[in-house]
């Protein structure tokens, strides 16, 4: 192929499929000419890849060939229904499939955690090791409680937020390679053990308990859903189902994290909310424990019944069958005496003449 000339033969249409492309509007006889301006194009692409050893030429083309593609074929947008679909059956169902694997990781968290609280309380030597006693006498006096009011409450819930989707995003990108996800979650049972045994020890276990349980109940839920939902991801990979490759299996599974991360950017943001404003505020403890709990339960109730539904659908009643045409009883009784007369055998010449013969 004489590459030079079929470039300048075929160089104008492809400069105006360029310039075409790069049109915000187009009208009807300019749509139209695209689509054959595209065709034509797609079509001398693979005569080049055929034919001509050029790279950069095929590599011009090909991005030419896609982006007049995705001109036609427009971007897709995301709608309400797709968005609503995500809150109603995407998340909640991918949360609630993985809901042994979370539960398992709240169980032994939460007994890690009032484990290393008991720990550290009954031995006051392991808290003055890990963070000094005058650190320890003055997180018990003032630097538990001042940490909730230290900055203003839109940042503090902005930098809450974060930092806890960073948190969740490892877990469930690293989740495949299982370490990383159990020392996550070992380092913030520890944080909870370590500075919980020095209220305790101090007798502010009241305090404690009052400023951490607010928001605690829903952040802690999230980090739980997301390193169950990793690790859920690291057994595809381990033990894959029969029906499904290893690679399979975890694609599935990993497909099944990004619903869970892009939902738990929301319940993060609800939790850095209810840690900034309802935390810190000057109101019974009763009432702030009461609204944590209440959004904790929410979720819940939102993941159980939902993600239920989602996984569960329900099956479609059949329809009844259809009343029979009523029956004609003076039909039926005159109809042997037609089929008689219709269907007689003729015995024959000889038929009804008795003994005549």
Known sequence: MDLDAYVAE??????????LCRRRHLDAAEIDELVALYQRTATQLSTLRSRS??????SQLSHLVLRARARLTGRPRASVATVTRFLLVGFPGAVYRAWPWWCGVASGFTLLSFFLIWFVAGNPDTAAAFIGEDAAADLAESGFAGYYTESSAPTFAFHLWTHNAWVAAQCLAAGVLIVPVLYLLWQNALNIGVVGGVMVSYDRADVFFGLITPHGL???TGVFVAAGVGLRTAWAWI?????????QAVARAGRSAILVALGLVGLFAVSALVEAFVTPAPVPVALRVGIGAGVWLAFLAYVLVLGHQATHPPTPTPEPASDPDPVDHEVIAATPEVASDDFMINP??????????
């Open 218 to 220: 829903l952040e802690l």
């Open 10 to 19: 075929h160089g104008g249409q492809w400069r105006r499929l360029e310039q």
């Open 239 to 247: 033990a894959p189902p029969v029906d499904l490759t290893r690679g």
């Open 53 to 58: 050893p050029d790279p950069a030429l095929v």
């Open 348 to 357: 024959g010449p000889g038929a009804g003449r008795g003994g005549q013969s």
